[in-house]
DNA sequence: GAACTGACTCAGC
DNA sequence: GGCTGAGCCAGTT
């Protein structure tokens, strides 16, 4: 197996993330097998700055852009999450149940 | 080198 | 039903 690091994993899952679903960190950390390194993940994201992360696809459980502060505009992560065909009120994915993606269900097939 | 923090989540009160 | 506390790992101070 592969001993890079937790983050590593991160990256891979997130890039993996097709356009139009999102995910939530504690997915991710549970695909990981870390329930509860949904902290870690969103840290992850942090040191993804400059890669090729589409952090935007990571939201909390509600659904809601935590993370969009992190974004070089407030704005960035509703528009790429808008553009991927998601609505977004108040900082808030509609239909997250929808558009939720799983890594721990479509990457264990 | 130990303590703190950090884009979360769940359980308990 | 809303708030507080505890827990995960790794990076920073």
Do not use: C
Not at 20 to 47: H, P
Not at 63 to 85: I, N, R, S, W
């Amino acid at each position: 197996m592969k001993k890079e690091s937790f983050f590593q994993d991160v990256y891979e899952v997130v890039r993996l993330i097709p356009p139009g679903r999102a995910t939530s960190y504690g997915a991710i950390a549970e695909y990981l097998g870390l329930k509860r390194g949904a902290r870690m993940v969103g840290w992850a994201m942090n040191s993804a700055h400059g890669q090729d992360i589409p952090a935007h696809r990571v939201v909390n459980r509600d659904g809601l852009l935590t993370g969009k502060h992190f974004f070089p505009a407030p704005h960035t992560m509703q528009a790429l999450l808008e553009q991927e065909g998601m609505t977004v009120v108040k900082d808030k994915i509609q239909d997250f149940d929808k558009v939720f993606w799983s890594p721990t269900e479509q990457l264990s097939l």
